[in-house]
């Protein structure tokens, strides 16, 4: 009876442990994303907000994107986005005129949000929508740079406009991408020596000896890739710096400090 008992007792407190594991951290982009997919804003703006469709009537003949260009014909802050998302309608546009006829004048016409959605899913779409604007890149020259070769390197095509998305990934221990800016990434990169071990050599000694990481890794539908040789003289010193920056206050897109939190989890 005892050592049944003692087997339960390890069996459950062994599924506490995985579940604690397996548990969801999307930071607030990523909710956003995928709240933004729920809600149907992408009907309009496009897939993931990069393609606008055509607005007959209007002047500017179509929806805008999230793209920076775009954006910042409409919105140059978080706080002028969050505006649209609430009211569908900035303060500013509000009270001018031309605006109101080119509204009128539109077949479609951006709804507002308010009393549809909770004031923390508003904060998770302004979170989207500013990182796809990116409106906040770093001023330091290495970050920076680190930034533009992460691009250039595609790690962006997994992890997001500036590594901060979590791209959905069926297989892998969490069903996503970690971004770079979540609470998931201490886990997986302790310091600057692991985070070069993954860019090198698309995973970890630590991970590489751990038979539960690996058999998550290779049933995962996305594998970090080896960059190895492709990489030039500096770039994992540079992408580091980056990652430090994305992960210190400056590099928040968030419109409160609670944004910063993001060990919040969303049911997947």
């Known amino acids: 009876m005892r050592v049944a008992l003692g087997l339960l007792v390890l069996l459950v407190i062994g599924g506490v442990l995985l579940a604690l594991q397996v548990q969801p951290h999307l930071p607030a982009a990523e909710r956003g994303r995928r709240?933004?997919?729920?809600?149907?804003?992408?009907?309009?703006?496009?897939?993931?907000?990069?393609?606008?469709?055509?607005?007959?009537?209007?002047?500017?003949k179509t929806?805008?994107?999230?793209?920076?260009?775009?954006?910042?014909?409409?919105?140059?802050?978080?706080?002028?986005?969050?505006?649209?998302?609430?009211?569908?309608?900035?303060?500013?546009?509000?009270?001018?005129?031309?605006w109101k006829e080119?509204?009128?004048?539109?077949?479609?016409?951006?709804?507002?949000?308010?009393?549809?959605?909770?004031r923390k899913q508003i904060d998770d779409l302004t979170d989207y929508v500013a990182v796809m604007a990116e409106m906040n890149e770093p001023e330091d020259t290495l970050a920076h740079h680190g930034l533009e070769?992460?691009?250039?390197?595609?790690?962006?095509?997994?992890?997001?406009?500036?590594?901060?998305?979590?791209?959905?990934?069926?297989?892998?221990?969490?069903?996503?991408?970690?971004?770079?800016?979540s609470a998931d990434f201490p886990d997986l990169v302790h310091d600057r020596a692991e985070?070069?071990?993954?860019?090198?050599?698309?995973?970890?000694?630590?991970?590489?000896?751990?038979?539960?990481a690996r058999w998550f890794l290779r049933r995962a539908v996305l594998h970090m890739p080896a960059f190895g040789e492709r990489l030039?003289?500096?770039?994992?010193?540079?992408?580091?710096?980056?990652?430090?920056?994305?992960?210190?206050?400056a590099g928040s897109v968030s419109?409160?400090?609670a944004h910063r939190d993001s060990t919040e989890s969303e049911s997947q």
Request: hydrophobic fraction near 35%.
């Open 35 to 60: 709240l933004a997919e729920r809600t149907g804003c992408f009907a309009c703006h496009g897939p993931g907000g990069k393609h606008g469709v055509a607005n007959p009537g209007r002047n500017d």
């Open 63 to 98: 929806v805008p994107d999230f793209d920076e260009d775009d954006m910042m014909m409409y919105a140059k802050s978080t706080e002028v986005i969050r505006e649209w998302i609430e009211d569908g309608v900035s303060k500013a546009k509000a009270n001018s005129e031309t």
């Open 102 to 118: 080119q509204r009128k004048r539109g077949a479609l016409k951006m709804p507002a949000f308010e009393r549809r959605l909770s």
């Open 149 to 181: 070769r992460a691009e250039a390197l595609g790690c962006v095509g997994c992890h997001g406009p500036g590594g901060r998305l979590a791209q959905r990934n069926p297989g892998s221990l969490k069903g996503y991408v970690p971004s770079w800016d």
């Open 195 to 212: 985070f070069g071990e993954w860019v090198e050599h698309g995973i970890s000694k630590r991970f590489e000896k751990n038979s539960f």
């Open 232 to 249: 030039a003289p500096g770039d994992v010193d540079a992408i580091w710096a980056y990652v430090g920056w994305l992960r210190s206050p």
């Open 255 to 257: 419109l409160t400090s």
